[in-house]
């Protein structure tokens, strides 16, 4: 789709117009900022759940956009990290450091996201989208069913607030509102750029062969398997850490983290924002969650909006919010 | 307490009902799959909405027979309008989109059939001679299981006739291998997938009214079914009518024994099955598979 003029290097700053550059101080002053722009905390709250959904959907993204993969139920690997974070601090260790839960998450998302992948991989296109389904609904039913571990319905509460710390230097508890948003901005902003960095290198340049057709990209002599699951496993290890940050700042977690329509609702940001953009997920992460709030507190019938909208993306807005910028772009060499 | 034979006889035809259920199901997503090359999400909503449909009927004093034939009508007509509003206009365009698409449309039916009837579970009322209870060598059976598993037998044998015997399920089954040729030879292909949709809506629409007395109607049943579908077309391979009606069975079998013995797990020893199989033999159980 969008792959004229690859740059030669993901840090490709000189390259950029001074349009483009102030945007991107802009944005990012705004981002460090936020907290002292947002008096209410309830705001602050959602704009760190924005950056943790923007990274689920982000990664989705990698999937669907760059891969051609698609993951109906993405959502259960951050289910697998965020249950993994939260079981360790409320029954193994309380006072763990915040690193180690971190990366626990991570690990346990990798190993089990491991073998469901090379399964999958071996389908492609309706087969691969279907395996995500069942995978992803076995992985709901065993956290959804065991009751003595994750507390079934009801999920875990009262999760216990790691210290933000890196060395000597600390920050405070992921109770407090402003040392969350910021550990959760370096961690996505880290997350993003490495993710950029490869998905326009020659790697990144495979997956979308992959993407545009299977068989020729076997014909050059990829290993379209290898690569498939290459492109899993970074989506996944990717939604493993959005899923490790989502109970470090809720302290809790329930099943709807990864239940069907929260898998729904994950491919609805995606879409929304355009794929194969990486950083449209983000703008459709912020879209999705402030109308699910604001129509939510209307109606308890949210699904029949989601259904709809979904329809109605696919139809009419195919290339999402994302494809505005190229509609609207003027004087741009595309 | 039962004794063993009647409890594994009674077993043995709870699996054939819900592998006669399961067949219903897929094999209309899979000649769906087959000739339009559309893989419809939303296939288990239609199934959801032959239950409702049939609650309704039944409830509004139609005989339970009346309303077995005349819900999956209604389903079609639905469905066929759900396929030329949204599914037919993008039928050029990635599969992906499809997926998407039909996903959308099965959470939005889903999201309507809560809003309309509720989350409750609905009873379909069925006749006297449908709810008695038969004895087949000194075994209870209740008949209802029985008259289940004689609909499935007709429906299909009624598809065989169709797909093997009739003009139009053999330009059904060329369209299914190469739907230019069809094409070329001047058979309306357009006129062949709606009336394609339309057989894979009226099949769903059955099932649903003829599962409704059994596994009660509420709005999640479509998602419901629609996952063990996918199983059994995965285990069938995509496109393989004869894998598919193995595959069927073997779900039923698994699932039901499944739900018997290990309860809360059951659906997960079914996705067990499922990646093992097709980590050894992707194209399904026969090979027959045509994945895209």
Same mark, same amino acid.
């Given at each position: 789709?969008?792959?004229?003029?690859?740059?030669?290097?993901?840090?490709?700053?000189?390259?950029?117009?001074?349009?483009?550059?102030?945007?991107?101080?802009?944005?990012?002053?705004?981002?460090?900022?936020?907290?002292?722009?947002? &008096?209410?905390?309830?705001?602050?709250?959602?704009?760190?759940?924005?950056?943790?959904?923007?990274?689920?959907?982000?990664?989705?993204?990698?999937?669907?956009?760059?891969?051609?993969?698609?993951?109906?139920?993405?959502?259960?690997?951050?289910?697998?990290?965020?249950?993994?974070?939260?079981?360790?601090?409320?029954?193994?260790?309380?006072?763990?450091?915040?690193?180690?839960?971190?990366?626990?998450?991570?690990? &346990?998302?990798?190993?089990?996201?491991?073998?469901?992948?090379?399964?999958?991989?071996?389908?492609?296109?309706?087969?691969?989208?279907?395996?995500?389904?069942?995978?992803?609904?076995?992985?709901?039913?065993?956290?959804?069913?065991?009751?003595?571990?994750?507390?079934?319905?009801?999920?875990?509460?009262?999760?216990?607030?790691?210290?933000?710390?890196?060395?000597?230097?600390?920050?405070?508890?992921?109770?407090?509102?402003?040392?969350?948003?910021?550990?959760?901005?370096?961690?996505?902003?880290? *997350?993003?750029?490495?993710?950029?960095?490869?998905?326009?290198?020659?790697?990144?340049?495979?997956?979308?062969?992959?993407?545009?057709?299977?068989?020729?990209?076997?014909?050059?002599?990829?290993?379209?398997?290898?690569?498939?699951?290459?492109?899993?496993?970074?989506? *996944?290890?990717? *939604?493993?850490?959005?899923?490790?940050?989502?109970?470090?700042?809720? *302290?809790?977690?329930?099943?709807?983290?990864?239940?069907?329509?929260?898998?729904?609702?994950?491919?609805?940001?995606?879409?929304?924002?355009?794929?194969?953009?990486?950083?449209?997920?983000?703008?459709?992460?912020?879209?999705?969650?402030?109308?699910?709030?604001?129509?939510?507190?209307?109606?308890?019938?949210?699904?029949?909006?989601?259904?709809?909208?979904?329809?109605?993306?696919?139809?009419?807005?195919?290339?999402?919010?994302?494809?505005?910028?190229?509609?609207?772009?003027?004087?741009?060499?595309? | 307490?039962?004794?063993?034979?009647?409890?594994?006889?009674?077993?043995?035809?709870?699996?054939?009902?819900? =592998?006669?259920?399961?067949?219903?199901?897929?094999i209309?997503?899979n000649i769906?799959?087959g000739?339009?090359?559309?893989?419809?999400?939303?296939?288990?909503?239609?199934? !959801?909405?032959?239950? +409702?449909?049939? +609650?309704?009927?039944?409830?509004?004093?139609?005989?339970?027979?009346?309303?077995?034939?005349?819900?999956?009508?209604?389903? /079609?007509?639905?469905?066929?309008?759900?396929?030329?509003?949204?599914?037919?206009?993008?039928?050029?365009?990635?599969?992906? +989109?499809?997926?998407?698409?039909?996903?959308?449309?099965?959470?939005?039916?889903?999201?309507?059939?809560?809003?309309?009837? =509720?989350?409750?579970?609905?009873?379909?009322?069925?006749?006297?001679?449908?709810?008695?209870?038969?004895?087949?060598?000194?075994?209870? +059976?209740?008949?209802?299981?029985?008259?289940?598993?004689?609909?499935?037998?007709?429906?299909?044998?009624?598809l065989m006739?169709?797909l093997?015997?009739?003009?139009?399920?053999?330009?059904?089954?060329? !369209?299914s291998?190469?739907?230019?040729? /069809?094409?070329?030879?001047?058979?309306?292909?357009?006129? /062949?997938?709606?009336? /394609?949709?339309?057989? =894979?809506?009226?099949?769903?629409?059955?099932?649903?009214?003829?599962?409704?007395?059994?596994?009660?109607?509420?709005?999640?049943?479509?998602?419901?079914?629609?996952?063990?579908?996918?199983?059994?077309?995965?285990?069938g391979?995509?496109g393989s009518l004869r894998g598919a009606a193995?595959?069927?069975?073997?779900?039923?079998?698994?699932?039901?024994?499944?739900?018997?013995?290990?309860?809360?797990? !059951?659906?997960?020893?079914?996705?067990?099955?499922?990646?093992?199989?097709?980590?050894?033999?992707?194209?399904?159980?026969?090979?027959e =598979?045509?994945?895209?």
């Amino acid at each position: 789709m969008n792959n004229a003029a690859r740059p030669q290097s993901g840090f490709d700053l000189p390259r950029l117009s001074f349009g483009a550059i102030l945007g991107i101080v802009i944005l990012l002053g705004g981002l460090i900022t936020l907290p002292y722009i947002l &008096a209410n905390r309830f705001y602050l709250r959602l704009a760190t759940e924005i950056l943790i959904y923007g990274l689920a959907a982000m990664s989705l993204d990698v999937l669907l956009g760059y891969t051609g993969l698609l993951s109906f139920m993405h959502v259960a690997y951050m289910g697998i990290a965020a249950y993994t974070v939260g079981l360790f601090l409320k029954f193994v260790d309380p006072a763990a450091s915040l690193w180690v839960v971190f990366l626990l998450g991570v690990f &346990a998302t990798v190993t089990i996201a491991l073998p469901i992948g090379w399964v999958q991989v071996r389908t492609g296109g309706f087969a691969f989208a279907l395996l995500t389904v069942a995978f992803g609904m076995m992985l709901y039913t065993v956290v959804w069913k065991a009751r003595d571990i994750t507390g079934g319905d009801d999920g875990l509460i009262g999760i216990s607030s790691p210290q933000v710390s890196l060395g000597l230097f600390s920050l405070g508890t992921t109770r407090d509102p402003h040392t969350v948003y910021y550990f959760t901005l370096v961690v996505v902003a880290i *997350c993003f750029l490495l993710t950029r960095r490869l998905m326009i290198s020659p790697f990144g340049a495979v997956l979308e062969s992959i993407r545009e057709n299977e068989e020729r990209a076997s014909f050059i002599g990829i290993h379209v398997h290898r690569y498939k699951l290459f492109g899993w496993m970074i989506a *996944c290890t990717l *939604c493993g850490i959005s899923g490790a940050l989502f109970t470090l700042v809720k *302290c809790s977690v329930s099943p709807t983290v990864m239940d069907p329509a929260a898998g729904g609702a994950l491919l609805m940001m995606t879409l929304l924002g355009g794929i194969g953009t990486l950083w449209g997920p983000f703008i459709g992460a912020a879209v999705f969650i402030f109308a699910q709030d604001y129509i939510s507190t209307m109606t308890e019938h949210w699904m029949i909006f989601l259904g709809l909208v979904l329809v109605l993306l696919v139809l009419f807005m195919p290339k999402g919010i994302a494809g505005f910028r190229e509609r609207f772009s003027l004087g741009r060499k595309t | 307490m039962p004794s063993d034979v009647t409890f594994w006889v009674q077993t043995l035809i709870n699996c054939l009902g819900l =592998g006669g259920l399961l067949l219903l199901i897929a094999i209309g997503l899979n000649i769906i799959y087959g000739i339009n090359r559309v893989i419809n999400l939303a296939h288990g909503a239609l199934y !959801a909405l032959g239950a +409702y449909f049939g +609650y309704m009927l039944v409830e509004r004093g139609l005989p339970f027979l009346a309303a077995l034939l005349i819900a999956p009508l209604l389903v /079609v007509a639905a469905g066929l309008i759900l396929e030329r509003l949204t599914i037919a206009p993008i039928r050029k365009r990635p599969m992906l +989109y499809t997926l998407i698409l039909t996903y959308g449309l099965s959470v939005f039916l889903e999201g309507m059939a809560k809003y309309i009837w =509720g989350v409750q579970p609905r009873f379909i009322a069925t006749p006297p001679y449908l709810s008695q209870t038969i004895h087949l060598a000194g075994i209870p +059976y209740p008949f209802y299981r029985f008259f289940l598993l004689m609909v499935t037998a007709v429906v299909m044998l009624g598809l065989m006739f169709l797909l093997n015997r009739t003009k139009l399920g053999m330009t059904m089954r060329a !369209a299914s291998q190469i739907p230019e040729m /069809v094409s070329v030879l001047g058979i309306n292909m357009n006129l /062949v997938q709606i009336i /394609v949709f339309g057989l =894979g809506c009226a099949l769903a629409g059955i099932g649903g009214v003829i599962a409704g007395p059994l596994l009660t109607v509420y709005p999640m049943m479509g998602s419901e079914m629609l996952l063990s579908c996918f199983v059994v077309l995965v285990i069938g391979g995509l496109g393989s009518l004869r894998g598919a009606a193995i595959a069927a069975m073997l779900v039923g079998f698994v699932q039901t024994l499944g739900y018997i013995f290990i309860t809360d797990y !059951a659906m997960v020893v079914v996705y067990v099955m499922m990646a093992i199989i097709l980590s050894l033999m992707p194209r399904g159980i026969l090979g027959e =598979g045509k994945f895209e």
